[in-house]
């Protein structure tokens, strides 16, 4: 289904008899840096074409009505008693109203539509872009400032408190804050970023497993405790340690020893991760594609060994991409446990990766994978209708 702001103008009309504001926040794709952000570390996405749209006008009473037109599904609160979540996509409007009057911006009541065309549970972040695209809207209908850093971290405290998925803060920084043509080199520790020009002959080709991810509560929210438990053994050897961004490869290397097999390989993944990070975008700055590649194939490698998040269809599919020329390098992007690949590929070598992609994944899992070529657009805004 594909749906222009006008369509949905046309929808607040006929449902809500006004003329709506749209607000859009987009999904985004990671480049590299997995798992990294609420380490403290580094991360390198970009904002998708893929968004959220959310029509929205205010109300004079403090009730929240939201349609949304992807599931066909209306729910109703009360921004005065607003009441627990409750397990459904709602939550994610709800707590984000939640949040943003906890934090003392206070809101009218509001009538919106929700409409998205970011895949759901490929790892391409569409409750970000939720979140974030109705922030956005609850901010505009209330006369408010949108301040993207502050929103960001607002809409990852909805999605930690009140969803109750401990993520980082990335996905909702990305869609507050990207930028058309760039990839974003963020330090989750002091939220400053740098913006990373796309070279105009490279593509970001996402393939996507089809498997689905499903994280909350769940591996991610052990993950996080791995990482939490690492940083608690080498705070007793290492001396006062906040995060994982604290310590340096070789600082682990000479603990090894002293740490449990699972816990070492988990902090490994991380620390190397965020040099990784780093020596990824000195590469794509400096032109050299094939160095971002490696760092990118390294950073699968990681993923599937040591923090063991990746999953075989996701292997297959980086696999592929990593056997054709001009693809510089490939590897799982976003949470696991299925999803997206990201692929850093020559724009004249979009075609026939597409072509190894779904012939190959299809030989070998009898699965169907879609494939997208992105361009990096901007994070939230209004869209004029
Ligand atoms: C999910 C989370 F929401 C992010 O915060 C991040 O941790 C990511 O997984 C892994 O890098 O998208």
Redesign the pocket.
């Known amino acids: 289904m594909s749906v222009e702001a006008r369509d949905l103008v046309a929808e607040f009309a006929y449902r809500f008899g006004r003329a709506p504001t749209i607000s859009r926040a987009p999904g985004r794709v990671?480049l590299i840096?997995?798992?990294?952000?609420?380490n403290d570390g580094f991360?390198m996405p970009a904002a998708l074409e893929f968004a959220t749209l959310t029509a929205a006008s205010a109300r004079s009473d403090r009730r929240l009505r939201v349609y949304s037109m992807v599931m066909d599904e209306t729910r109703e609160f009360d921004l005065d008693a607003p009441g627990a979540a409750s397990g459904d996509w709602s939550d994610y409007v709800l707590g984000v109203a939640v949040m943003l009057e906890m934090s003392g911006w206070p809101l009218s009541g509001v009538d919106l539509i929700v409409w998205s065309d970011v895949p759901i549970g490929a790892?391409l972040?569409s409750?970000?872009a939720l979140e974030v695209s109705v922030a956005h809207a609850l901010l505009t209908q209330s006369d408010q400032p949108f301040d993207p850093v502050t929103i960001a971290k607002i809409c990852?405290r909805a999605?930690n408190d009140f969803v109750g998925?401990r993520?980082?803060?990335?996905?909702?920084y990305i869609a507050c804050c990207g930028v058309a043509g760039h990839a974003l080199l963020i330090d989750c520790r002091n939220l400053a970023s740098r913006n990373v020009a796309i070279a105009p002959n490279l593509r970001l080709l996402i393939a996507n497993s089809g498997v689905r991810h499903q994280?909350a509560g769940g591996e991610?929210n052990l993950r996080?405790e791995a990482c939490e438990e690492g940083v608690r053994l080498l705070s007793s050897m290492l001396g006062p340690i906040k995060a994982l961004r604290d310590v340096t490869p070789e600082q682990l290397e000479a603990k090894r020893r002293k740490l449990p097999n699972l816990i070492y390989r988990r902090c490994r993944h991380i620390v190397t991760e965020n040099a990784r990070v780093l020596a990824a975008e000195r590469a794509l700055e400096a032109g050299d594609f094939a160095a971002c590649g490696r760092a990118m194939n390294a950073s699968h490698v990681s993923m599937r060994n040591d923090f063991e998040i990746t999953c075989p269809e996701v292997d297959m599919l980086v696999g592929l991409a990593q056997t054709v020329e001009g693809v510089y390098g490939s590897r799982m992007t976003?949470?696991?446990f299925g999803g997206c690949t990201v692929s850093l590929v020559e724009a004249s070598a979009v075609d026939k990766t597409s072509q190894i992609l779904t012939d190959g994944y299809r030989i070998a899992t009898g699965l169907d994978t879609e494939i997208f070529v992105c361009a990096p657009s901007d994070g939230a805004g209004l869209i004029a209708v």
């Open positions: 990671n840096g997995e798992h990294t952000d609420y991360v790892g972040s409750s970000a990852q999605e998925m993520c980082g803060v990335m996905d909702q994280h991610y996080r976003g949470g696991g």
